[in-house]
Structure formats: structure tokens, C-alpha cells
């Protein structure tokens, strides 16, 4: 089993749609959590960033992180035609920078259709 | 804001040759990591540093080396380039506060 799962998707969805992306994890050991974002041709941008269980909310964008599951989501509300892009989870088992390397996922590509 | 700077977007080399690619982050961070990226394979960790002159081995180190000798700057060397190596190349930096932040890449083609 792999450590971090990420559908694989495409997902396509029309503008103004709710979109949940997901990942699961194996290693109970992570506790901090990340969604990147990556467009085409550009570096992965960090999203949000939780720690441990429960929510997050940044404009649009909410983070749940449900440590009993070993489950993350990213919420996106009144998604837009400038949310299509590829988001990646990630997540560490120490603090989110000090020597701490990273586990993603594979990524899911969105597409919002105006 | 967070600014890492690699050196080139697009590269193209032949193979056997020596390849350096350059990465720079103006945030005094302690960390910095280089990754490729491939399709259907995600991110792949090659290499990291923690401080000036340190290095460890990430998961694919192979055919790889690198290089800190100054904090804000970290290389990566492809001692004899294969048509393998042919993929987006990502640096990332960290704190001991701050998760990572990516550059914007370099896309590499080895012909």
C-alpha cells in the first residue's frame, strides 16, 4: 500500500460547482498537512497548511483533516475557471519544515468549465 | 513572500554531458530539496540539504550529486546526462516554521 493515495482523476466540473478532492494515508505518524497548487508549466504553490485533526478555512478553500480515517480533503466553493490546475496533498510527520521531508501525492488534475 | 529562483526554465543537453542546475531562495531558510516530476509518477525526491555542506540522499539519488556552499543556494549535478534524466526538475526550501516553497522549475530535455 502506498503511503500517501490521491485519485488520480481527471475531474472536470462546471463553474460554481463544490469540488472535494481527497487523499488517503497509511502512516499514522503524519501530522502535518499540506494541498499544493501547481498550474501548468509552474512549481507546485502551497494552498493550505493544517496541523493534526479538524478544519481550515481560507477564502474559498477549506482543508479538513480527519486523523482517525487518515483522511484529508480539499474543499473548493463557487469553484472558477482560474481553480483549474493540478493539487497536490502532502503531508510530514514532523514540523512541516525543520529536516522534515515530505510525502505526496501523485496529484489530481481539475478542470472548471465556465 | 517566499522567492526561489532556478536558474533556467528550459534546458536541452546531449547525453554524457555535465549538467548543472541552480537554485537559489531568498528567505534564509535551512532546507532546500530537489525533486523531478513526472507524469504519472508524481514528485520524486532526489536529494536535500539541511544546512550549508550537508546532504542527504532522497529516493532516487542515482546518477545525481549535489552541492551547498552557500545557504541560499543549492545545485544539482548530473554528472553524465542519459536520456532518462529527461523531466521537470523542482527545488523546494523550508524552515524549521515554514513548509516548502517551490521554484517554478526547469524543464530539462537530454537528447
Known amino acids: 500500500q502506498k503511503e500517501v493515495e490521491q485519485d488520480p482523476g481527471p475531474l472536470s466540473v462546471p463553474e460554481g460547482a463544490i469540488v472535494s478532492l481527497n487523499c488517503t494515508y497509511s502512516?499514522?505518524?503524519?501530522?502535518?498537512f499540506m494541498w499544493y497548487r501547481q498550474y501548468s508549466r509552474k512549481g507546485p504553490e502551497l494552498l493550505m497548511y493544517?496541523?493534526?485533526?479538524g478544519n481550515k478555512e481560507d477564502g474559498r478553500f477549506t482543508a479538513q483533516v480527519d486523523k482517525s480515517s487518515k483522511y484529508i480533503s480539499l474543499f473548493i466553493r463557487d469553484s472558477q475557471p482560474s481553480d483549474s490546475a493540478t493539487y497536490l496533498c502532502?503531508?510530514?510527520?514532523?514540523?512541516?519544515?525543520?529536516?522534515?521531508?515530505?510525502?505526496f501525492g501523485k496529484g489530481i488534475t481539475l478542470s472548471v468549465r465556465p | 513572500d517566499v522567492k526561489v529562483t532556478q536558474s533556467s526554465r528550459y534546458l536541452v543537453k546531449r547525453t554524457g554531458e555535465k549538467v548543472f542546475l541552480e537554485c537559489v531562495q531568498d528567505?534564509?531558510?535551512?532546507?532546500m530539496f530537489w525533486y523531478r516530476q513526472d507524469p504519472g509518477l508524481g514528485l520524486r525526491l532526489i536529494y536535500f540539504s539541511y544546512d550549508v555542506k550537508m546532504k542527504e540522499k532522497g529516493d532516487i539519488p542515482e546518477g545525481y550529486s549535489v552541492s551547498r556552499e552557500k545557504k541560499e543556494r543549492f545545485s544539482l549535478i548530473l554528472e553524465s546526462a542519459s536520456t532518462n534524466q529527461t523531466s521537470m526538475y523542482l527545488c523546494?526550501?523550508?524552515?524549521?516554521?515554514?513548509?516548502?516553497?517551490f521554484g517554478d522549475g526547469t524543464r530539462l530535455s537530454i537528447l
Open positions: 502532502a503531508m510530514s510527520g514532523r514540523g512541516a519544515g525543520a529536516n522534515s521531508k515530505l510525502t
Open positions: 523546494a526550501s523550508s524552515s524549521h516554521y515554514q513548509p516548502q516553497h
Open positions: 528567505m534564509d531558510h535551512e532546507n
Open positions: 493544517t496541523y493534526s485533526s
Open positions: 502512516n499514522s505518524a503524519f501530522q502535518y
